[in-house]
T-cell receptor, first 114, second 112 residues
Framework: DAGVTQSPTHLIKTRGQQVTLRCSPI?????VSWYQQVLGQGPQFIFQ???????GRGNFPDRFSARQFPNYSSELNVNALLLGDSALYLC?????????????FGEGSWLTVV | AQSVTQLGSHVSVSEGALVLLRCNYS??????LFWYVQYPNQGLQLLLK??????LVKGINGFEAEFKKSETSFHLTKPSAHMSDAAEYFC??????????FGKGTRLHILP
C-alpha cells in the first residue's frame, strides 16, 4: 500500500504569493494533520481534519487554511507568504484521529519563500 | 499544557557504543509518548510509542524506551550504535487526540 503522499516535493515562491500543498493519506485513513518544520526545529502542529471537519488548529495566523475532501485527501493553503514561512510542511494521516493512534508522515513539501 | 524537553541538541557516540537520548515531558494526564526518527531530507518515521501497559517499549531497528512516570521521562536507548543510526530523533507527546507535540530534536552522530 502507498504511504502518505505529498505534492509538490519542492517549490519556491515569492513573498506575498499564495501556495497550495496537497496530501493523500494512506488508504482507509480518515484523519489528516499538517505540521510545519522550520530548519533545526521540531515539527509544529498546524491543523487536524477528521471526516472533513476541522478538529484542531495550532497557533498559526489566519493566512494558513486547510480543507479535507470527501476522498480524505487534503490541501493546505498559505496566503501572503512571508520569508518565515520557509519550511518543510509535513502531512500525516491516521486511521481514526484518536489519541494514541499511530500516525504516519509523508516525505513533506519543502517551501522556500524568497 | 503539554511540552517535551530533549536534553542535548547533539549527541555523539562511537559505533558499537550505547545510545542514550533523553526526553522529559510534562502533561497533566497520562500521556501517549512517541519517538520519531528523521533521516536527511526525509519525513518522520515512527520508532516506537507508549500508550498503556508495559512501560518498556521495544521499537524498530533495535531501539527501546522506558516510560517512567515518577521521573516524567521517556529516554530512548539502543545497546550498540550503528553508522546507519545517524539521524535526527524527536520525542513527542499526545493526549486527547492525535495532535502531537514534538521536542526540538536531538541529532545523533556516530563516530567510527
Amino acid at each position: 500500500d502507498a504511504g502518505v503522499t505529498q505534492s509538490p516535493t519542492h517549490l519556491i515562491k515569492t513573498r506575498g504569493q499564495q501556495v497550495t500543498l496537497r496530501c493523500s493519506p494512506i488508504s482507509g485513513h480518515k484523519s489528516v494533520s499538517w505540521y510545519q518544520q522550520v530548519l533545526g526545529q521540531g515539527p509544529q502542529f498546524i491543523f487536524q481534519y477528521y471526516e472533513k471537519e476541522e478538529r484542531g488548529r495550532g497557533n498559526f495566523p489566519d493566512r494558513f487554511s486547510a480543507r479535507q475532501f470527501p476522498n480524505y485527501s487534503s490541501e493546505l493553503n498559505v496566503n501572503a507568504l512571508l520569508l518565515g514561512d520557509s519550511a518543510l510542511y509535513l502531512c500525516a494521516s491516521s486511521l481514526l484521529g484518536a489519541a494514541g493512534n499511530t500516525i504516519y508522515f509523508g516525505e513533506g513539501s519543502w517551501l522556500t519563500v524568497v | 499544557a503539554q511540552s517535551v524537553t530533549q536534553l542535548g541538541s547533539h549527541v555523539s557516540v562511537s559505533e558499537g557504543a550505547l545510545v542514550l537520548l533523553r526526553c522529559n515531558y510534562s502533561s497533566s494526564v497520562p500521556p501517549y509518548l512517541f519517538w520519531y526518527v528523521q533521516y536527511p531530507n526525509q519525513g518522520l518515521q515512527l520508532l516506537l510509542k507508549y500508550t498503556t501497559g508495559a512501560t518498556l517499549v521495544k521499537g524498530i531497528n533495535g531501539f527501546e524506551a522506558e516510560f517512567k512516570k515518577s521521573e516524567t521521562s521517556f529516554h530512548l536507548t539502543k545497546p550498540s550504535a550503528h553508522m546507519s543510526d545517524a539521524a535526527e530523533y524527536f520525542c513527542a507527546v499526545s493526549r486527547l487526540d492525535d495532535k502531537i507535540i514534538f521536542g526540538k530534536g536531538t541529532r545523533l552522530h556516530i563516530l567510527p
